[in-house]
């Protein structure tokens, strides 16, 4: 088991390791040289563990994903939180805080160059939260608080078009623009889930809240 201990250590080191030089450095202008000579190890250690700097960016991608995963899992599975509450707090908590590293590399996503990784990393968050979404919109359809025949498709394409709209390295929303698409993609998410007219007006409450407070 120690083996397998360090292993994990290792390879984490080497995604911890590259994760602050694409911050610092830049995706493109960072080379595997850089990992290696950050950490001190040969290249023949850095190859045992990943073939190329794009796959140690992909594992970065799912390590984000599959925190984000777990943190929809934790709040999908919470008893004391109504089905409708569960939408809207597994989204927000895909949200990366300011200043974090989740936000820097978003940044990275959104550099020109970097399109082939931005998309990459769009598509796998959609494959990978739409499992946890469609068992809660499940749930809501058991207790006639959503009726759709299609709750995977539904989320898939909520959640595709929500990426996009609402990626600020794709579209730079004026604050009202970005408020505007907001009621929209409410609107829908009402219409296509078969929600109550109003179900998320909460929501909006609370984003035109934030708006007012500068956040």
Known sequence: ?????????????ILDTAEKLFVSKGYRKTTVNDILQEIGIAKGTFY????????????????????DVA????????????????????LMAQAPKFGGNKEKMIEQFHQPSNAEMHQRSLVQSIVHLTPVLTEVIKKGINENVFV?????????????????IFDEGLFQWQPHEAM??????????????????????????ILMGQSENGQ
């Open 180 to 205: 505007q698409r907001a009621k929209a993609f409410i609107n829908m998410m009402e219409m296509t889930l078969g929600a109550k007219k109003g179900s998320f007006d909460y929501i909006l409450d």
């Open 48 to 67: 045992h563990y990943f073939k190329s700097k794009e796959e140690v960016m992909d594992a970065i991608i799912m390590r984000i994903i599959d925190a």
């Open 71 to 90: 943190a929809a899992k934790k709040i999908a599975s919470d008893p004391n939180i109504p089905v409708l509450d569960k939408l809207f707090h597994i």
């Open 1 to 13: 088991m120690r083996i397998v201990k360090e292993h994990e250590e290792r390879r984490n080191e």
């Open 148 to 164: 759709t025949d299609y709750p995977q498709e539904t989320i898939e394409f909520l959640l595709a078009s929500a990426q996009v």
